[in-house]
């Protein structure tokens, strides 16, 4: 197990996995000026301020990507698998959006191709929302080959229930 | 006014001791000239192997610390310099995955195994004079030589490097992982150095040190014709002992076959 953490989040990747734990707030630059692959306005109120961002992969993760793995997604093949926790403030743990408590375990059946915003070939994704240790997450899984999902799942459901999630504030802070 | 004068005697003895004095400036500075030259010389070819020492190569602008002072591990036989780059690892093959910190404060993991391509560690400090080659060759956007599917930078951690320095010279298309843990993992003896390692293997294809972009470029390419070139000979040495010739009609399809 490879070691990831950050910003009050931990996971351990299996070998050849990779990750990356960073900031998503206005004083962490560019990474917030990249467009993510699912845009979603109504979920990011005005003046919230969005907080850590964790991307896991099977794959090789480009430098530059977008916080909803726009970069990535292109370039995923049939076995690949993209998981990213996009953090929301702490304004939201509270909403019914977020009413789930605990990172979620996934079924075969929740991956539909159609729960991408931009659909690609052969993929399929699975959204959900969720608080745990008082902060508000959203979970937003790609897999590269819908048709493999009967392996892929369980691989993802491993990694997610090594993930850990403690109540601390954003990173840096 | 006569009573100002020095005597004979005197002025002999002073002009004895000043021309003295005189000599032994003379011998002084050629000492100290012939001393800075040979400091000069031991600093130029500590650079060639890519060991800094202080802050000689210290960004002002950047505020970079600049004190990654590396020396390589005086049990280790010798540095591999680019001749080595993609010979044999003679050692440990073993390929670790890499978990460390970027510049900007996050977390990074990057792993190695399990994939069908190759990956480059370009294992740099923000402070070395042969590393700001490659660091400013990544910034130009260096293309990547056809035998490699991605690179990765690899600097020590932040309490032996400079977060700071780092984010000023960090390329925008290749990830950047503080782990000194990674060094050690790879036993790197000074930087610049080098590791390929082939992803579908899960081994070190090869590694040493090259001071240009330019030089690791035409290191690998030549490795790659001499990979080629080898697998042709083992192939045609393969066929001879089976019995089978160059130009034999065997080797190629008859119109029926076909």
Known sequence: MTPLSAGGVSVGLPSGWEGEIFNRGPEAGERSLNTPAIPAPNLVSEGEVARNVVHLANFALPAERGDFGSGAVEIMNSGAILVILFEHGPESVDTPLFARTGVPQLTVDEFDPQQMQRTLSGQSGRQIFFNEAGRAFCLYVVLGGHRQRGVLVPIVNEVLRGLVIEPVGPLGS | ?258
Request: charged share 20%; glycine share 8%.
């Open chain 2, 1 to 258: 006014m006569a009573s100002r004068l020095m005597d004979p005697r005197t002025t002999a003895i002073v002009t004895v001791i000043v021309a003295c004095l005189t000599i032994v400036v003379i011998l002084l500075t050629v000492i100290v000239l012939g001393l800075l030259r040979s400091h000069g010389e031991m600093l130029r070819a500590f650079n060639e192997l890519g060991v800094t020492f202080g802050n000689d190569t210290t960004d002002a602008h950047s505020g970079a610390r600049g004190t990654t002072t590396t020396i390589p591990d005086p049990q280790r036989k010798s540095v591999p310099h680019a001749k080595d780059l993609v010979v044999a690892r003679a050692g440990d093959n073993t390929v670790f995955d890499i978990s460390g910190t970027t510049p900007k404060g996050g977390a990074l993991a990057v792993g190695l195994t399990g994939r069908n391509e190759r990956t480059l560690l370009c294992f740099l400090t923000s402070g070395c004079a042969t590393c700001r080659n490659f660091w400013d060759a990544f910034a130009n956007d260096a293309a990547l030589p056809r035998s490699v599917d991605r690179l990765v930078i690899v600097t020590k951690s932040n309490d032996e490097e400079s977060p700071a320095a780092l984010n000023n010279l960090a390329p925008r298309d290749h990830a950047v992982v503080m782990s000194s843990q990674a060094w050690d993992d790879y036993g790197v003896p000074a930087s610049p150095y080098f590791v390929l390692v082939d992803g579908a293997t899960g081994s070190i294809d090869g590694e040493g040190a090259a001071t240009t972009w330019t030089q690791v470029g035409s290191l690998l390419s030549r490795a790659e014709a001499d990979v080629e070139a080898e697998n042709e000979r083992r192939i045609d040495s393969e066929l001879r002992k089976a019995g089978i010739q160059p130009n034999d009609p065997t080797l190629y399809p008859t119109d029926a076959e076909s």
